[in-house]
């Protein structure tokens, strides 16, 4: 656990979020500002700083993350379908340095690249 971390003071309860799930590993809560009418995030408890800090070590519990964000976005209304993002570093725009999977959906999601 990181001292500083927000995720991490979210999952030891210092900070107050609305949770979605929780087991020994994982820990699930609405995004602050969501971008949908559906927007939650999915962390591993351990602090991870990003995608770019796992090894062969992380594959069951990023294998667990990623089976799980279906059945809660299906909890969570998303019978349609959702959106996954893992934003990896300053250049793939993370703002806060624990790993986490954005599950997004509901309304209008738009074409993550714009053509025109
Ligand atoms: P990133 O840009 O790092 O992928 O995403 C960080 C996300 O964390 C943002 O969508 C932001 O709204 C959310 N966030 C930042 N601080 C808090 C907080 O204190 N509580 C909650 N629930 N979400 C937060
Ligand atoms: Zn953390």
């Known amino acids: 656990m990181a001292v500083n971390c927000i995720f ?3 999952v ?3 900070i107050p979020s609305r949770k979605v799930y929780e087991d020994e590993e994982l820990f699930a809560f ?3 500002a969501p971008v949908a009418p559906v ?3 999915l962390v591993p408890k351990q602090h991870l700083d990003s995608l770019a800090e796992t090894d062969d070590s992380h594959a069951a519990l990023l ?13 969570q209304g998303l019978h349609n379908g959702f959106r996954t993002v893992i934003n990896t570093g300053s250049g793939g725009g993370q703002e806060v340095f624990h790993l986490h999977v954005h599950i997004i959906g509901g309304g209008r999601i738009p074409p993550m690249v714009r053509r025109d």
């Open 63 to 75: 294998g667990r993350m990623l089976v799980l964000a279906p059945a809660l976005a299906k909890q």
């Open 12 to 14: 030891r309860g210092e």
């Open 8 to 10: 991490c003071k979210i």
């Open 39 to 41: 927007h939650f995030m």
């Open 30 to 32: 609405h995004d602050i």
